[in-house]
């Protein structure tokens, strides 16, 4: 009987693959970095804008209604308008910075420009009272100067929101009718004074020509005090008028 016996198989010859490159398309991002153009700056607010803002419309205790600060409101929308732009900064976007509701801020600041314009009046108010109380005796160049320098003593809260405010105006050409009707009466009302101490009729050139340069100097005066990094307007508007 014959066995058969199992011979081994020779090891299979080894296989070389090869490997060939393949040639990927390059991947392209689409994720661009964020640009920081008018669209999105508008929404911003810098670090001190926020301090105002909490300012501007502080938490309030339960049950209470929040109480709001007009002159803190107008600061936000200042800063606001100096770092973005007068024009592209709109009331809802100060409504937001401020947390005061829109509502709320059209019964404050009819208007846009009222954010600007608002505490301004406040200087013809004092300007007007201080004239009509100077002495009866006193030469209207005295009169004047002390008067103007009463109207430009702002209060100290209140200091550097006028800053902000005459840079704006400053800044933006398209503010100047805002503020042409009150530049205009308080011409006028210097005008009638200056006539009416010195005795000279309301039509003279004289009366018109110290009234209008008495505000166009005041005017400048804070105009330049506006851009300084210190000082106070009142110091800024009798120097001025101390040159006259």
Do not use: Y
Not at 157 to 169: S, Y
Not at 214 to 238: C, I, K, M, R, T
Request: contains cysteine; neutral net charge.
């Amino acid at each position: 009987m014959r066995v058969a016996v199992a011979r081994p198989m020779p090891d299979p010859a080894p296989v070389t693959m090869m490997v060939l490159p393949v040639n990927r398309p390059a991947v392209v991002s689409l994720m661009v970095p964020p640009r920081r153009d008018a669209l999105t700056a508008r929404h911003s607010c810098s670090t001190q804008c926020r301090k105002d803002a909490m300012e501007a419309s502080p938490s309030r205790p339960t049950g209470r209604p929040r109480t709001i600060d007009p002159e803190a409101v107008s600061l936000v929308a200042l800063r606001m308008f100096e770092e973005q732009g007068f024009e592209l900064v709109s009331m809802a976007d100060v409504a937001e910075a401020t947390g005061v509701s829109r509502r709320s801020l059209f019964r404050l600041f009819p208007s846009k420009a009222d954010l600007v314009w608002g505490g301004l009046a406040e200087f013809a108010e004092r300007f007007t009272t201080a004239l009509r109380e100077r002495p009866a005796d006193e030469p209207s160049i005295d009169a004047l100067r002390a008067a103007f320098r009463t109207g430009a003593t702002f209060p100290e809260e209140a200091v550097e929101t006028t800053r902000h405010r005459l840079r704006v105006i400053r800044a933006n050409p398209s503010l100047a009718p805002g503020g042409a009707d009150a530049q205009a009466r308080l011409t006028e009302t210097v005008l009638r004074f200056v006539a009416d101490r010195d005795g000279l009729p309301r039509d003279d050139l004289r009366a018109a020509v110290r009234a209008s340069t008495f505000v166009a100097a005041a005017d400048a005066a804070l105009s330049w005090w506006a851009e300084q990094p210190g000082g106070h307007p009142a110091d800024a508007v009798a120097d001025a008028l101390d040159m006259l």
